[in-house]
């Protein structure tokens, strides 16, 4: 996951910085050689990987046995000059050349089986989650608010939402009504939630941008929520300042954290030694909630 900040090059162009040295998210190509089958790796745990039920036009199936299991995919001929590995919702999909040899592509499969069973762990586990969401957006669901988990009601008589709680001080099992039916689609719920949830992010990451805008003498042109799929935060050379709505699932030391992390970049343009001072000088103890972030990808909230 990441979190990127802005300035500008010599040539007035605005450029992103990456909020967080973390490694980028594992692309889900890779084009590799034909190559040698590996020496047995690590153990890992066994993937299913079954035939989807329609092949795509021109492509067959075929299952390779490697030292971890046997893995099936999706073989198609192309024109590209190597073999390319795909993993998406089907599983594997193997493109190799006319000229490659099935062997060899077999023995692709087998060098890469780490990358490939890695991917699919990943890609199974994301689907589970996926699927589990339904389960939050539905009356007696619940979902994460600000460290906390609170209860969705459906069938509130008000107007509007009502919560059940203090806002900005929650407790686990507070709820959270719905102005929905009980018998409101998974969709309409989710929009509901989030509708209140960035209602209560421009409220409170408002109320901590002014307490640290004013501790810090450091001051934003301006700032505002965002739905970044990548970012937490940013901060761009003309001041401006954007915070993921989602940053609103978290406790109240994650989002100080993030604003402060933003507010330091009006100073400190970069991720220098100075610029982790200032940091240091806006939230001091600010290490362990950068820790606990970067244990998150926005993309995967509020499936969490």
């Known amino acids: 996951m990441k979190c990127a900040d802005s ?33 047995a790796p690590p153990e890992i745990t066994v993937v299913a990987t ?22 099936g995919f999706i ?32 023995a692709t499969v087998a060098e890469k089986s780490r990358w490939i069973l890695g991917k699919l762990q990943i890609r199974q586990a994301r689907q589970e989650q996926l699927a589990m969401a339904d389960t939050h957006w539905q009356d007696g ?64 990451f408002g109320q901590r941008m002014e307490h640290f805008q004013q501790s810090s003498q450091l001051q934003a042109r301006r700032w505002r929520l965002s739905s970044a799929a990548t970012r937490w935060g940013s901060c ?11 940053l609103i699932h978290f406790d109240h030391a994650i989002i100080d954290y993030v604003v402060a992390h933003e507010l330091a970049h009006l100073k400190e ?3 220098s030694r100075e610029f982790w001072r200032e940091v240091g000088r806006i ?11 970067r244990q998150h990808d926005p993309a995967t909230l509020p499936l969490i």
Do not use: C
Not at 101 to 106: G, P
Not at 237 to 246: F, Q, T, V
């Open 75 to 106: 073989l198609r001929r192309s024109r590209r000059k190597s073999i390319g590995l795909v993993i998406n919702d089907d599983g594997l999909h193997v493109t190799a050349p006319g000229w490659v040899t099935l062997a060899q592509v077999d």
């Open 141 to 204: 669901g619940n979902i994460p608010y600000l460290g906390k988990r609170i209860i969705l009601k459906l069938g509130n008589a008000h107007d509007g939402h009502a919560f059940e709680g203090d806002a900005f001080k929650p407790r686990d099992g507070d709820i959270l009504r719905l102005p929905l039916p009980g018998t409101a689609e998974h969709q309409r719920v989710r929009d509901s939630a989030h509708a209140w949830l960035q209602l209560k992010a421009a409220e409170w």
């Open 236 to 246: 761009n050379s003309d001041g401006n300042i954007m915070l993921n709505w989602r």
């Open 7 to 39: 300035t500008r090059n010599d040539m007035g162009q605005v450029l992103q910085l990456d909020l967080f040295a973390a490694d980028p998210v594992p692309v889900e190509t890779a084009p590799v050689p034909a190559a040698r089958p590996s020496q």
């Open 50 to 71: 079954p035939r989807p039920p329609t092949l795509p036009e021109g492509a067959r199936w075929r299952e390779v046995r490697t030292h971890e299991q046997v893995i």
């Open 283 to 293: 939230l001091p103890g600010f290490e362990q909630a950068r820790n606990a972030l």
């Open 269 to 271: 343009m970069n991720h």
